[in-house]
């Protein structure tokens, strides 16, 4: 068998594929924003659903009182309560508690599912009140869902489809809300589920509250999503849509983006069709945190092989999202000069003593995975802002300078997200990405915000904002 000039192969093979040049994010800026209006303009006219959310105004900094969230994502779930005190100033998180989803339930039953999640708020109410709920106190609750929703209104709204590999078929087409404050009652809990709210839709409320320039938010966890601030006016589908503020948040789902611009590979074929949701969710699939292990994975699992560089081919590795992200992070941030991390986590796949060219060559793969995946984001983040005019791009009008009409406004973009919080190597791609596509004139008024556990922060004081 062929060795090492293989392997050279298909890592040069991979970066051809993965290559991200300006010009080309440029393209997938200009589809963003097309498909954008086009989901806007028709129900089903883009793969991007760019779905109604009822939010029209978000928190001030005014709210008070005390409001919990609950937040079901794709890896985690978490709850927590805020105590605001009407000054933006007094916001108090307390007791955040943070879970991984027992993955027993990602395919259970929709009664399993939410009676899980009303037995573990019920356990939290009783921590905070020291063993005994008091029935007295009614408690608002923000149920943050990071799942594509059709909305009715604020609080009510009906699942569209699963992603990030749940697959409880029977709960499509049920009121998210409905399920939960349904379990919540069986369970005597006096809580009342006051908003149905996507997980980007509480990081933009949480950016808001602390900046009225925050029009913009994006979630890199274990899927990928966005949401914006758009004018009624422009949600053509939606004719007569009447708000107070003249605004909506739309929640994009965005994971769901398509377009030929996107530099793909055999791996990201072979992956989807290989999921539990072919042809669905291809965006997410280059650019979060559940996919990202998985095409380093294939990468090594077909030099392995095609090659003899990792010595025997095990099992393990063709075993499908046995590499995370975190692995990934850990090993592209393996600053050991004899990268002992990347001998650890390739020794867990049962990979063991791969000489050191080897290691580098894996930190390399992963380079190359996570720099394609934080470049396309930054070319999402940028198509977003091009559709709103804050891209420096449009308004150009006789008798102005360029400079002058150019920006315009500051722009906040909220951003949350474990892959984003976490993986450092990825944030800086896509900041970086974001200055190029922008440019460094218009990227001064961009600024990028990180909301450490926004999406459900936020979602308590969306909660607040609607009682005051
Ligand atoms: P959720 O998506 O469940 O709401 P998070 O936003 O916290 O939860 O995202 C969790 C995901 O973020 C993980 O599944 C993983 O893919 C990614 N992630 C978290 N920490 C890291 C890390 N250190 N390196 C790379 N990816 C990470």
């Known amino acids: 068998?062929?060795?090492?000039?293989?392997?050279?192969?298909?890592?040069?093979?991979?970066?051809?594929?993965?290559?991200?040049?300006?010009?080309?994010?440029?393209?997938?800026?200009?589809?963003?924003?097309?498909?954008?209006?086009?989901?806007?303009?028709?129900?089903?006219?883009?793969?991007?659903?760019?779905?109604?959310?009822?939010?029209?105004?978000?928190p001030t900094g005014r709210e008070k009182g005390t409001y919990y969230a609950l937040h079901l994502g794709g890896t985690y779930f978490r709850i927590l309560r805020v105590h605001l005190g009407a000054q933006r100033s007094y916001l108090d998180v307390q007791d955040v508690e943070r879970h991984p989803i027992p993955s027993h339930l990602m395919n259970s039953t929709s009664e399993v599912l939410f009676n899980f999640l009303a037995f573990s708020l019920e356990r939290f109410?009783?921590?905070?009140?020291?063993?005994?709920?008091?029935?007295?106190?009614?408690?608002?609750?923000?149920?943050?869902?990071?799942?594509?929703?059709?909305?009715?209104?604020?609080?009510?709204?009906?699942?569209?489809?699963?992603?990030?590999?749940?697959?409880?078929?029977?709960?499509?087409?049920?009121?998210?809300?409905?399920?939960?404050?349904?379990?919540?009652?069986?369970?005597?809990?006096?809580?009342?589920?006051?908003?149905?709210?996507?997980?980007?839709?509480?990081?933009?409320?949480?950016?808001y509250y602390h900046d009225p320039d925050t029009v913009v938010a994006v979630v890199f966890g274990t899927g990928s999503n966005a949401c914006y601030l758009e004018r009624t006016d422009a949600i053509i589908k939606c004719q007569g849509l009447l708000t107070t503020s003249g605004s909506m948040v739309v929640n994009m789902e965005w994971g769901n983006f398509w377009s030929s611009h996107l530099p793909r590979t055999s791996y990201d074929i072979d992956l989807d069709a290989e999921s539990s949701n072919s042809n669905d969710m291809g965006f997410e699939k280059m650019i979060s945190g559940m996919y990202l292990g998985d095409i380093v994975r294939r990468v090594i699992l077909r030099m392995s092989q095609e090659s003899d560089v990792f010595g025997p081919t095990t099992s393990v590795l063709s075993d499908p999202y046995v590499l995370s992200t975190n692995s990934v992070s850990a090993m592209h941030e393996d600053d050991t000069p004899e990268l002992q991390e990347v001998a650890r986590v390739l020794k867990d796949l049962g990979v063991s003593d791969v000489p050191l060219k080897v290691r580098k060559l894996v930190?390399?793969?992963?380079?190359?995975?996570?720099?394609?995946?934080?470049?396309?984001?930054?070319?999402?983040?940028?198509?977003?802002?091009?559709?709103?005019?804050?891209?420096?791009?449009?308004?150009?009008?006789?008798?102005?300078?360029?400079?002058?009409?150019?920006?315009?406004?500051?722009?906040?973009?909220?951003?949350?997200?474990?892959?984003?919080?976490?993986?450092?190597?990825?944030?800086?791609?896509?900041?970086?990405?974001?200055?190029?596509?922008?440019?460094?004139?218009?990227?001064?008024y961009v600024v990028v915000?990180?909301?450490?556990?926004?999406?459900?922060?936020?979602?308590?004081?969306?909660?607040?904002?609607?009682?005051?």
């Open 125 to 207: 109410i009783e921590k905070e009140e020291n063993g005994s709920i008091s029935q007295g106190v009614k408690r608002e609750l923000a149920f943050t869902f990071s799942f594509p929703v059709k909305h009715t209104s604020i609080s009510s709204g009906v699942l569209i489809k699963w992603t990030k590999g749940f697959e409880i078929s029977e709960m499509v087409g049920k009121d998210i809300a409905e399920c939960l404050q349904g379990a919540l009652d069986r369970r005597g809990l006096n809580m009342h589920v006051a908003a149905l709210v996507n997980d980007t839709v509480g990081a933009l409320s949480l950016g």
């Open 363 to 444: 930190v390399k793969i992963c380079d190359v995975v996570t720099r394609r995946a934080g470049r396309l984001a930054a070319a999402g983040i940028a198509g977003i802002l091009k559709k709103i005019g804050r891209d420096g791009s449009g308004g150009i009008t006789s008798g102005r300078s360029r400079s002058e009409i150019q920006m315009q406004k500051r722009t906040v973009v909220a951003v949350e997200g474990g892959l984003y919080m976490n993986y450092v190597m990825f944030r800086e791609y896509m900041e970086e990405a974001l200055v190029e596509i922008l440019g460094e004139e218009v990227s001064q």
């Open 1 to 58: 068998r062929r060795k090492w000039r293989t392997v050279v192969e298909i890592l040069k093979e991979l970066e051809d594929d993965c290559d991200t040049p300006v010009a080309r994010l440029r393209q997938v800026v200009d589809a963003m924003a097309v498909e954008m209006h086009a989901g806007l303009a028709s129900e089903g006219g883009s793969k991007l659903k760019m779905l109604l959310t009822f939010v029209h105004v978000l």
């Open 449 to 468: 915000k990180a909301m450490e556990d926004g999406s459900s922060i936020g979602s308590a004081l969306l909660v607040a904002s609607l009682q005051s």
